[in-house]
């Protein structure tokens, strides 16, 4: 067996690192469960159950506005 001193100079490029925002999903999937339930057990009839769901997948949404509504931004 031979070693080859003649081997390809291996690129040292810096690696970039991006931050995507995930630590967030936990927050929103919280969020989410507890707007869910609330929603839910509050819910009379299954078309009240059927926009409870709508809700809490959109209740941020709906949390800015206000706020900026309240704001008068």
Known sequence: MTTDTN???QDHREKKVRY?????????????IGALVYYLQHATTLLAGV???FKAIFWPAMLVY????????
């Open 66 to 73: 206000k706020l900026l509504e309240f704001l008068k931004m």
């Open 20 to 32: 995507t925002g995930v630590a967030s999903a936990p927050v929103y999937g919280l969020g989410l």
């Open 7 to 9: 081997s390809p100079k």
């Open 51 to 53: 926009v409870g769901f």
